[in-house]
Nanobody, 121 residues
Framework: QLQASGGGLVQAGGSLRLSCAAS????????MGWFRQTPGKEREFVAC????????LYADSVKGRFTIYRDIAKNTVYLQMNSLKPEDTAVYYC????????????????WGRGTEVTVSS
């Protein structure tokens, strides 16, 4: 199971840290990903990280602003979001895949409930 948290309302230029706590299985051979979705649009890839080696991949739209990292001891993946923009407003989801650095929603099989991020201008 995956449980995302940390969303909220923030002004443009501000920061938020999202958390995704994982339970119920070993994740050593998984990739953990963050996606986001706004009404009427498809779920968009944000970032992902391999659980074992910590290799990361980012969408171009968030490179240099967002950082994904994991705490193995806490079985938790984080998404540090800095320099937030109004266009970052969305519901953010975490998910897992057995594929290495999957970057499409179709590649992910387990999803947590989303956490809403609103960035005001």
């Amino acid at each position: 199971q995956l449980q995302a948290s940390g969303g909220g309302l923030v002004q443009a230029g501000g920061s938020l840290r999202l958390s995704c706590a994982a339970s119920g299985r070993a994740f050593s051979d998984y990739t953990m990903g963050w996606f986001r979705q706004t009404p009427g649009k498809e779920r968009e890839f944000v970032a992902c990280i391999t659980w074992s080696g910590g290799t990361t991949l980012y969408a171009d739209s968030v490179k240099g602003r967002f950082t994904i990292y994991r705490d193995i001891a806490k079985n938790t993946v984080y998404l540090q979001m800095n320099s937030l923009k109004p266009e970052d407003t969305a519901v953010y989801y975490c998910a897992t895949t057995r594929l290495w650095l999957g970057a499409t929603a179709e590649q992910y099989g387990s999803w947590g409930r989303g956490t809403e991020v609103t960035v005001s201008s």
